[in-house]
């Protein structure tokens, strides 16, 4: 009876170091053949949660953008002002200062917008178009305020031109008014809507505005190519512009590391 008792606990014994060994083998079988544990899936669930919490932080909310908006427009200020004398150069060769000077403005808000990309493709089109706007009427501007200026000066150059005991700085300045009065009361209100009213009509200056005159002198462009040098400005500053801020939409992609 002894025996019998004895012999029964070996054999259970044994069955139990059979079961672990072979656990064992199956473990390591599942760890050779690449299957995660526990524990691993556990620490790439947590790494995942953190990829995705980093990702939502890394979006740049609207109003960050609206800064670099404004560094944008701060930057126009004197590259719109250089922009109103090249886009009257002849032949159109001024627009090739707008795409130039496009990509500086747009180089100015990358820079200070990058650190929160990327960002949501409306405040980057709403910005943009802000500071294209802004930068192409701030050149209009000081173009039609200029006019009066450019037309007083061309017309002063006139080898016969009779001053009747007037200097030619009191001869310029009464052109200037002239001019100044004669788009207010013909292409009325006058400033930037009546300058735009006359150049992209008949863009002439008559004896009437400048007295002296041996025959009427023409703005540097007129009609229908005063229109099209125009829509072709625009467009080539929000291709620079745009070049360097909507590509904000995406992440930045990560520096190659040495190994």
């Known amino acids: 009876m002894g025996i019998d008792v004895t012999e029964h606990q070996t054999m259970s014994a044994t069955n139990t170091e059979t079961k672990h060994d072979a656990s064992t083998g199956l473990a390591s079988d599942a760890h050779e053949a690449g299957c995660p544990s526990e524990r691993e899936d556990q620490d790439c669930a947590a790494d995942t949660s953190a990829s995705h919490k980093g990702t939502s932080r890394g979006h740049g909310s609207g109003l960050q953008f609206m800064l670099a908006t404004v560094v944008g427009m701060l930057v126009s200020v004197p590259l719109g002002w250089l922009l109103s004398y090249a886009a009257q150069l002849p032949f159109y060769l001024g627009l090739f200062f707008f795409p130039l000077f496009g990509l500086m403005i747009g180089a100015a808000m990358h820079r200070a917008a990058h650190r929160a990309r990327p960002y949501h493709t409306t405040p980057l089109l709403v910005g943009t178009t802000m500071a294209v706007m802004f930068c192409w009427m701030f050149s209009l501007t000081v173009e039609a305020n200029d006019m009066p200026v450019w037309v007083a000066t061309h017309a002063s150059r006139n080898p016969r031109l009779k001053l009747h005991n007037q200097t030619i700085e009191a001869y310029r300045a009464t052109v200037a008014d002239n001019?100044?009065?004669?788009?207010?009361?013909?292409?009325?209100?006058?400033?930037?809507?009546?300058?735009?009213?006359?150049?992209?009509?008949?863009?002439?200056?008559t004896q009437q505005v400048a007295p002296g005159l041996l025959k009427s002198i023409h703005a540097p462009q007129r009609g229908i190519w005063w229109l099209i040098r125009v829509m072709l400005s625009v467009g080539l500053l929000a291709f620079g512009i745009g070049s360097q801020t909507l590509i904000l939409r995406e992440e930045e992609a990560p520096s190659a590391v040495a190994t």
């Open 179 to 205: 001019m100044t009065a004669y788009l207010k009361e013909t292409y009325p209100p006058g400033g930037l809507i009546g300058y735009a009213r006359w150049a992209s009509t008949n863009g002439e200056i």
